[in-house]
Nanobody, 124 residues
Framework: QVQLVESGGGLVQAGGSLRLSCAAS????????MGWFRQAPGKERELVVA????????IQRDSVKGRFTISRDNAKNTVYLQMDSLEPEETAVYYC?????????????????WGQGTQVTVSS
C-alpha cells in the first residue's frame, strides 16, 4: 500500500525558510509525478509545484517561482520542498501527492495518493 508521510512543517517568521519532506513507501516511484499542494483556512486546495520524474516536466505557481524548490532523494524515496522568503499568506496545510500518470497536472483529481499534510504557519 502506497504511503506518503510529510514532515518539516512548523512556525516561521515572514521571510524565513522551511524544508518539507515527503517520504514515500509501498510503491515504485521512479516514474510517478510528485506534487506539493497547500490549503489555507477557508480556501481551496491548490497546487504549489509538481514534477514528473520520468520527463523532468515541471509546473509551479507564479507566486512561488524563485522561492520554492522541489527536489528528491532517490535512495530515500523522499521528495523535498524547500521554501524560502515565506509570506504570511502562505500559511496553510501542505500536502504531498503522487500521480501514477507521467505528466504534470494542476488538478488534485489527477493525483492518486496523498499524505496527511503538515502545517506551515508564517507569522508577520
Amino acid at each position: 500500500q502506497v504511503q506518503l508521510v510529510e514532515s518539516g512543517g512548523g512556525l516561521v517568521q515572514a521571510g524565513g525558510s522551511l524544508r518539507l519532506s515527503c517520504a514515500a513507501s509501498g510503491g515504485t516511484f521512479g516514474s510517478y509525478t510528485m506534487g506539493w499542494f497547500r490549503q489555507a483556512p477557508g480556501k481551496e486546495r491548490e497546487l504549489v509545484v509538481a514534477i514528473s520524474w520520468s520527463t523532468g516536466a515541471r509546473i509551479q505557481r507564479d507566486s512561488v517561482k524563485g522561492r520554492f524548490t522541489i527536489s528528491r532523494d532517490n535512495a530515500k524515496n523522499t521528495v523535498y520542498l524547500q521554501m524560502d522568503s515565506l509570506e504570511p499568506e502562505e500559511t496553510a496545510v501542505y500536502y504531498c501527492a503522487a500521480a501514477k500518470r507521467g505528466g504534470v497536472y494542476w488538478s488534485q483529481a489527477a493525483y492518486d495518493y496523498w499524505g496527511q499534510g503538515t502545517q506551515v504557519t508564517v507569522s508577520s
